[in-house]
């Protein structure tokens, strides 16, 4: 999955129209960043890249370009 | 000696909680949402002044009825449940006096969620190989919902109250019938599914009362039921599978000669995303929650039981069970399906 898809499926995850994110959005500015989101995204990257994301370093990450960094998406 | 799987009955209390009731609850969460992330229709509720020894008895008593076995056959029960009657006496006490099992029957309970039902499959097999006893009543029955805050939509969509009966009886066989089993257990993930309060270690207070809501706008106190839903689909994501792989290994089989996959049903979510992981083909991977919901220790045998009523179990039928969730504690086995020791112990 291109870095390009892995930032759809997350806007989807976030219920955002397609193409909306770009990596440098502020997640706690998100207003569907939520458990729930955070669930898709685990599942995201353990489908995709075969890795898995701990919520504690979810917890970590401040934007979404820190998410993809954690699921190791190729930039 | 062996353990044959010989029966099963199941109980749901009388109140439903639809998805539309939710919704309707919860604005911002439409039927449609909740519908694709827990595959829940329903949840049964049980009434405040019924607990989980009335649900135990009412499934136990529909195994009776049903012609599997009389309260006199039973020599041992054995008893699941995190949300007893009373801290003591045990509650397996309590329902072998209303059911009028003989007194000389063992009873004990064990405090396990998720993966209480394979761990009382092997207790179950462990009293009758052993020649402890020949009819052993396994029962599994849970009231979280007496946990849980009607404000906390993380919790309330996904679990229902329930009960399961299910008779293991001794047969003369030359192999097990159910089995190899395969444990594990992780303490670490206690704090991640846990009613903090109310125990020993911190008993309820005002203060342990108090309300909180949490970024997703659920609200909950101490006193109630708390998961944390993303640690608990990691750790589903780093043991389930490794389970599976150990389970197959141990017994000599790989997934081809495995008839049908039952995993603990926790939500369609979860489910869906660890079949697509292991590549578990949909015909032999079952799913019956809809109509109640995560039921804890009792989604496996309401889920077996659904697939006996829809034909999906015939003779000789390799079926995998699979239970994981709140502890951690899990568990798997193998049952060699048997039609015949379903038709009751006399």
Redo the contacts between chains.
Sequence with gaps: MTRKQFLHSIDKLVELPKGTLQGMEKLHELERWNSMAMIGFIALADTNNGVTVSPTQIMGCATVADLLKAAQVDN | MHASLAAIEYFLPQRVVSTSDLAEEFPGWPVEKIDD?TGIRERHIAAPEECSSDLAVSAARQLFESGACTPESIDFVLLCTQSPDYFLPTTACLVQDRLGIPTTAGALDFNLGCSGYIYGLGLGQGLISSGQASNVLLITAETYSKFIHPRDK?VRTIFGDAAAATLLTAVDSESALIGPFLYGTDGRGGPNLIVATGGMRKPRTDQSAELVE???GNVRSSDNLFM????I??FT??TVPKTVCQLLAKAGLTMDDVDLVVFHQANR?MLE?LR??MNIPTAKFYVAMSHCGNTVSSTIPIALKHAVSQGKLRDGAVVMLVGFGVGYSWGATLVRWQSVGNHGVA
Aim: no cysteine; net charge negative; hydrophobic share 30%.
């Design positions: 992330k993380s949490d970024e997703s944390n839903g993303a640690e689909f990691t994501l780093l979510y995303h697509a992981k």
